[in-house]
């Protein structure tokens, strides 16, 4: 019987994305007037994918050795901005994008993905949310406003940057999209330069298809990448599953609801680092890897956990090309009425996680800050003791929506 023990948890990588017809989640409800094709999505969810898989291994980890992204959160708070972007300043966008779409190819493309995320069940809810915040000194151009209105569902709110109690607003509006699980999103003062604030949130809540017993949940140790133990709640279950093993890693697929949604779980061999197996990630090889799990008898132990995780993207996005964007001769030329010199000061993210023996919920948040000047067989075991990689993701659309890197499963409280 071959095991599969998570002892360390060094990658977490959450693939969360919706199919099926729309449903009664409002965030995700595009205009009635918008047109797009229902499969359009296809156009950007292996792009979002590639985008957080060249993002985690650039970023740094927390003090526990763990990282945690959206890349759909990220994906979609950049094609907002791209949409008042021209020029050498859109080009670069485009690259990290993974795309060759013009804006107008972007923007169906995002309200087809917003229509297939829209599903509330009662196993899964999905949210997405989108929200511009417009300092009252300037003017949104018309079409910047209504494309991202239109097609990303976003929110307009004007707002005195220097007034008391704007931060909160903008922090309330978030925590509201994620249910209180991202809160604090803006520092306060707010930068007295911002001209708008693009925002994206998601919220993710669903029961495991197979829920873990409990009254199996148990202490076992968990080793980090030092090899030190660590005393860790870990839940069990054996069950048919579909699963995966490669010299590489073993895996499995933990489905969600009807199984519309999963979370799978890699593992990679011993002897492969946490870093090494991240580095090596490509949508390639996720889409080969995804085509090649069967369905078998399997015997799995994981620790449950919850984290939080923040991350400033500047300087990785401008190692991923997109530079341009963050200087003052950048090119927003298509966001405000007025002639001011636009460029993004800030692109942060907060993301949040739990998984238990009853599901998981997981949370994100994406602020972009544009500124001016002065503005049958026997069971396999699967025993995770050591490192290992998650992914959560829908089985129609494939769109990643959390990614990340866990060494250390922090205690659920």
Sequence with gaps: MKKLLFGAIGVLIIFVSGCGQPGNSTGTNVADDVEFGKDEYQNITLSGNALGMAVLPEIKPDNSGNAFISPTSLYMALAMAYNGADGKTKEEIADVLYTELDAEGMNRANASLLAMLDKESEAITLNVANSMWLNGEFQLQEGFAANNQDYFNAELEVIDVTAAGTADKINGWVDDATAGKIKDMVADPLNPDLVVMLLNAIYFNADWQFEFDEKQTAAALFYNEDGKAMEKQFMKMETRLD????????????????????????????????????????????????????????????????LSYEVELNDVLKKLGMATAFQKGANFSKIIEEDDPLWISLVKQKTFIEVDEKGTEAAAATQIDIVTESAGPEAVSMVVDRPFYIAISDEQTGAILFMGAIRDPLAAK
Excluded: H, R
């Design 243 to 306: 699963y995966l093993e490669t010299d590489e890693f073993q895996a499995v697929a933990l489905p969600y609801g009807e199984g519309d949604v999963t979370m799978n779980v890699f593992l990679p061999a011993e002897g492969t680092t946490l870093a090494e197996f991240t580095e090596s990630l490509s949508s390639e090889k996720w889409e080969s890897w995804k085509s090649g799990f069967n369905e078998q008898p399997v015997s799995i132990q994981m620790p449950k956990f919850q």
